[in-house]
């Protein structure tokens, strides 16, 4: 599109040259003309909205509908029909026969549990500071006070190594926790059945 400028100027010189240069030539020479050259604007970059980039075709995700009452409920307490999320009172649990506290059917006491895991630590501490960070190739004996090395023969010491704890042993650790299983694994696969009447 040409300006308005270069229009009204296009026109001034259509009519000079019309009425000036007819009364000398009584038409306008061919060989007169006048030449322009018109530059194109660089067009100025068209700014997208967010509507122009979504148009209707893209739905964000969000809920359409609110959620009812009952399943806000369901979710947070579940269901008794599918999963109960309530709290429900435990029928399981039993009073300890040596420290008194309370625990789960069918699990260790977490009182007596502590006491013998830090007697644990204490006898790890002393083999590793008797062994240092060697690696544990034979097995380790643990004496307490007033207990003696069982009779064995020469090749059954050989190689072990013994810790003394300076101090005597708790009632609650007992010495069969120390030693190895004599009994040989099962190869059978008969089944025992059970509840029969």
Known sequence: MIPRVTRNVFNVFEVLERNILKHFFGHPPKELALAYVHEKSIPQQKRFTLKDIVGDGFLLAVPKFRRTLEKRWKRKFGSPEYVWKMLVPQTNIKV??????????????????????????????????????????????????????????????????????????????????????????????????????
């Open 96 to 197: 300890c026969q040596d420290c008194g506290h309370y625990h789960e059917r069918g699990r260790l006491c977490g009182h007596c549990y502590k006491k013998v895991e830090a007697e644990t630590k204490e006898i790890q501490d002393k083999i590793v500071a008797k062994l240092a960070n060697k690696p544990i190739e034979n097995d380790v004996i643990v004496l307490y006070d007033g207990e003696n090395l069982p009779d064995q023969p020469k090749e059954f010491w050989q190689g072990k190594r013994i810790i003394e704890m300076k101090k005597e042993r708790p009632q609650f650790f007992s010495k069969n926790l120390l030693q190895k299983t004599t009994q040989q694994p099962s190869e059978s696969t008969d089944v025992k059945p059970t509840d029969l009447a």
